[in-house]
């Protein structure tokens, strides 16, 4: 299966080598293209004059008139952005704005440019921008999924599933090139609407409604230096900003229970914008699983067997307004908000066993678990921007509060069997009451200061405040007395406050064929915790600082090379450190540790990039060295009872290369692929030098995206990937792999659009872990129901789009210059 793999990453990261290797050591020129036409009547305009004019300085590049056919081509034009200047006598010129040439996009069509008669007024011709589904940029890599189906019917979770980089597994944890330590922003501002369960939060968040993903894995001294291995941006849709109105409408019908509806309606009009949304999702997804483990205590042999059952019945309510009001062109100030309303009910059924060294049964019981949980969760926030006389010159000031509650309550009973098998008249019962209260305050604003053409100067501040609580109470039934009373040991009542103050400052200049940017973060933490049952409190503070530093080298038009380093920190969240102790399975207690660190993470990445004439292949080399790292530990007690908790490991190591190859084998086939290659060493003493860890381990991911268009009939898209072995600092998760694919037809003018989608279609997602510690082993594996399938079906309706021309597939911030980078 390997071999067949490499040759499958093979053909795909080199084939658009070879298709495209006529452009080695060639320098290209860019192409402008395009027609001159009479509004009313679709003649074409011979003679017409078109020049074309530097944004820069206004100077004239090239001219030329139409032919017969009212048809141009300009031919071996220089990289940069242009406007287009079109006159024929008698009738009204037209100005296209907007228009960039670049080593990567260098050919440029324009549509049909209609000119109306009449020689008093000047039309300007916006070009509206295409993107590349995978774009590079000096600090972060872009994904645009809206350009994609595989998603469709889906949510983030699913669209983060075909990330390069990106793993999620069974419970919706994400890791980014092997670590779970990521930070996950929602258009740039943590994705703390619904506290801290960032599942919950990417699992209500349909994937029709993101257009792109960005990739931090270095990021740099402006966002907030949170998270081991960078940043997941998720930036949703923007509202059309065309005058009048117009709206989309989305059903999705999936197998198995799941629906969902999506609908979003936006309104223009002078300096007034409204843009309402509403999402619902009803998701029943059933998962099994087991856990074997064989203790070795005191060189007694024992096992601990158990099989799980459950099905989970989720749906969730999400309403979205925003108001936009335009001071002018330069100021605007703009008021949103969000709420979700979310409820979930999960029944599991779990079987347990324990035996001893020659499988003699020693007990056994089975328990059954029911949740109901329900929420809310609301955001709001102000947002001013304010753009001066200079270009890229900008003020942006943001206040943002979120607040969210959630009740979790959980009814267990368990029915213990005799030594003969028999169940014991008496179950055991127990009802668990527990809340959530999360309140999140942000206030930021950032300045951004152009020197000249390719030097900038950035500053800013971010205070966050939050405030996070859980109480969970413990109910037992008493068969003694006949009735319920309170379990005080099971009853916690804990609170997480934190303040965090960061300043930060970077500049950033380009001097030839050489470019730089380097900055400096600065941040002071207060933490402070109390449990509040126990009558005890902890308290954190500290400071910390963060330097960044980016180099960039144009080898040629066409190639770059790219070095950074950065130092982050990852902070214990409150599951970390909350010492409440979790007994909903009875063989495995799980708790947190209020003293722990947080961990310091140093990052250096060597790039090397190369544009080819559809293709762009992206390579890098990356090492990451993390202090204090914060893992999972745990040890068997002499009566066969797990304890898992989280200890500060001495220090972790990862390094390793990564390579991504993007754009068109032919005009009709488009293909992003990736491939991951990186080694894992965690070693050292615990913290709290109970326990001493050795594991290292290589792994690696690989990804396949391809887009397949048959223009007229339909698309064709299929998503593939691969993860391999994966290890931690107690053992290792098996590899994985699944392939997603849908088809997609267009009708009524794109207004309305079916696509049919399969997930997982061998069905072999399934995750599997390997644990070993002091006096125990254990397997345990978890499997969902994956292999769906969904139809999907899009409405779009609203005012008739303004002509628009189309422009190559390029970032909207590239240099005038058409340098590969930008800064």
Do not use: C
Not at 310 to 329: P, Q, V
């Amino acid at each position: 299966m390997r071999n067949i793999l490499l040759l499958f990453l093979f053909v795909i990261f080199f084939s658009g080598i070879i298709l495209n290797a006529q452009d080695k050591n060639r320098e290209k020129k860019g192409m402008i293209s395009g027609s001159v036409l009479d509004k009313q009547n679709d003649s074409p305009l011979e003679g017409a004059t078109i020049q074309l004019f530097k944004v820069k300085d206004s100077s004239l590049v090239a001219g030329i008139v139409t032919d017969k056919k009212g048809e141009f081509k300009m031919e071996n034009l220089p990289y940069g952005k242009f406007n287009l200047k079109i006159n024929y006598i008698g009738y009204n010129s037209a100005i296209v704005t907007g228009i960039i040439l670049s080593p990567q996009n260098f050919t440029l069509g324009l549509d049909p440019i209609k000119l109306e008669a009449g020689s008093e007024t000047t039309n300007e011709i916006e070009v509206v921008g295409e993107k590349n589904v995978f774009e590079n940029a000096i600090d972060k890599k872009i994904y645009n999924v809206e350009k994609t189906s595989i998603t469709e019917g889906g949510t983030a979770t699913d669209v983060l599933k075909n990330i390069p980089s990106v793993n999620v597994d069974a419970d919706g944890n994400i890791t980014l090139r092997g670590n779970s330590n990521v930070k996950i922003l929602i258009n740039g501002r943590p994705a703390t609407f619904a506290g801290t369960d960032i599942t919950s939060i990417l699992e209500n968040i349909p994937a029709n409604l993101i257009a792109s993903v960005e990739i931090i894995n270095n990021p740099s001294s402006k966002y907030e230096a949170e998270g081991v291995t960078g940043i997941i941006n998720i930036i949703l849709k923007k509202s059309d900003d065309r005058t009048g109105y117009n709206g989309n409408f989305t059903f999705n019908l999936g197998t198995k229970d799941k629906y969902s509806v999506s609908s979003g309606l936006n309104f223009r009009k002078d300096k007034w914008s409204i843009n309402a949304g509403y999402s619902f999702r009803l998701f029943n997804m059933n998962f099994n699983g087991f856990s074997d483990r064989e203790n070795n205590i005191n060189n007694i042999i024992s096992f601990n067997n158990s099989q799980s059952f459950a099905n989970n019945r989720m749906n969730f309510h999400t309403g979205s307004l925003s108001i936009d009001y335009s001071f002018n062109k330069d100021n605007q100030l703009t008021l949103g908000t969000n709420y979700s309303n979310r409820n979930r009910n999960r029944n599991e059924t779990a079987n347990y066993l324990n035996m001893d060294s020659v499988s003699s049964i020693l007990s056994k019981y089975d328990r059954f678990n029911t949740e109901k949980e329900s929420g809310w969760g609301l955001e709001t926030s102000l947002n001013f921007r304010s753009k001066f006389t200079q270009p890229k010159q900008e003020l942006t000031a943001m206040i943002n509060y979120s607040v969210s509650r959630e009740n979790k309550p959980v009814t267990i009973r368990q029915q213990n069997y005799d030594s003969l098998g028999f169940p014991v008249i008496n179950q055991y019962l127990e009802n668990d009451y527990g809340t959530d209260n999360h309140n999140v305050f942000t206030m930021q604003s950032d300045y951004y200061h152009p020197l000249d053409d390719n030097s900038r100067l950035e500053f800013g501040y971010k205070i966050i405040v939050r405030k996070l609580m859980t109480d969970i109470s413990v109910d037992t039934f008493d068969y003694n007395l006949g009735n319920w009373i309170n379990y005080i040991l099971l009853t916690d009542n804990f609170e997480y406050n934190d303040k965090i103050f960061a300043l930060y400052s970077q500049h950033a200049n380009k001097i030839g064929f050489i470019g730089y940017q380097f900055g400096f973060r600065f941040e002071q933490t207060f933490i402070n915790l109390n449990q509040m049952t126990l009558n005890k409190s902890y308290k954190n503070d500290y400071i910390s600082f963060f330097p960044s530093a980016y180099l960039s080298f144009d080898l040629t038009n066409t190639q770059a090379i790219q070095l950074n380093y950065t130092r982050r920190i990852n902070r214990p969240n409150m599951h970390n450190l909350n010492p409440f102790i979790d007994r909903k399975d009875p063989l495995n207690l799980r708790y947190g540790n209020p003293y722990l660190k947080p961990e310091y993470i140093n990052s250096f990445e060597l790039g090397y990039i190369k544009y080819l004439t559809t293709m762009s292949f992206t390579s890098s080399l990356f090492y990451r060295h993390t202090s204090d790292v914060i893992s999972r530990i745990g040890s068997i007690s002499d009566s066969g009872i797990g304890r898992f908790t989280f200890d500060n490991v001495a220090k972790s190591d990862a390094y390793g290369l990564e390579l991504i190859a993007s754009g068109e084998l032919a005009k009709w086939w488009n293909l992003n692929a990736n491939f991951t290659y990186y080694k894992t060493e965690i070693n050292g003493i615990s913290g709290s030098g109970s326990a001493t860890y050795d594991n290292s381990g290589y792994s690696w991911t690989a990804k396949a995206m391809s887009m397949l268009t048959f223009k007229g009939l339909f698309d064709l898209q299929f998503s593939y990937f691969y993860t391999g072995k994966m290890v931690n600092a107690m053992g290792t998760m098996d590899p994985m792999q699944s392939l997603d694919a849908v088809i997609k037809k267009d009708f009524l003018d794109k207004k309305l659009t079916i696509s049919l989608r399969a997930s997982d279609i061998f069905n072999t997602m399934k995750f599997r872990f390997n644990f070993s510690g002091i006096n125990f082993t254990q397997l345990s594996e978890r499997k969902r129901d994956s292999r769906t399938l969904f139809l999907n079906l899009t409405f779009r309706f609203g005012q008739e789009e303004k002509t628009l021309m189309k422009r190559p597939r390029k970032r909207d911030d590239q240099n005038d210059n058409g340098g590969d980078v930008e800064f």
